[in-house]
């Protein structure tokens, strides 16, 4: 038996659309990626978003909240990314201040950090 800690594995990777056609699917694979121990949630895949995807963001964000740990959403696609300044919410998906404010300041980033805004 070995001793490594191994990361759970990414249960959003295959998400590549987060709209109101999948958004009460993909809140529940969240809740469950969430459950399993995930922290964070790639979304390099996703292609496709609407407003919903945003609200899908935020319940994951207050689930994480509830459970006492913190989510980390990463690689947001331009569209998503858009979103989530228009709603102003960058403060509420990002906890971390600095990358908040840079998610406000800037609309862009490195993807390696935290999330791409």
């Known amino acids: 038996m070995s001793n490594a800690v191994t990361e759970p594995i990414d249960d959003l990777q295959s998400l590549t659309s987060l709209t109101v056609?999948?958004?009460t699917a993909a809140l529940?694979?969240?809740y469950a990626a969430?459950?399993?121990?995930q922290t964070v949630f790639?979304?390099?895949h996703v292609l496709t978003v609407d407003s919903v995807a945003v609200s899908v963001m935020l319940s994951w964000q207050r689930?994480?909240?509830?459970?006492g740990v913190q989510?980390?959403?990463?690689n947001l696609p331009p569209a998503l990314q858009s979103l989530t300044k228009l709603y102003g919410v960058c403060s509420l998906l990002f906890p971390d201040p600095a990358v908040a404010d840079k998610a406000a300041l800037t609309g862009a980033g490195d993807t390696?950090?935290?999330?791409?805004h």
Request: charged share 25%; net charge positive.
């Open 21 to 23: 056609l999948n958004a």
């Open 28 to 30: 529940e694979r969240g």
């Open 34 to 37: 969430l459950k399993a121990g």
């Open 42 to 44: 790639d979304l390099r």
């Open 63 to 67: 689930a994480a909240q509830d459970a």
């Open 71 to 74: 989510l980390r959403l990463q």
């Open 112 to 116: 390696a950090v935290h999330h791409p």
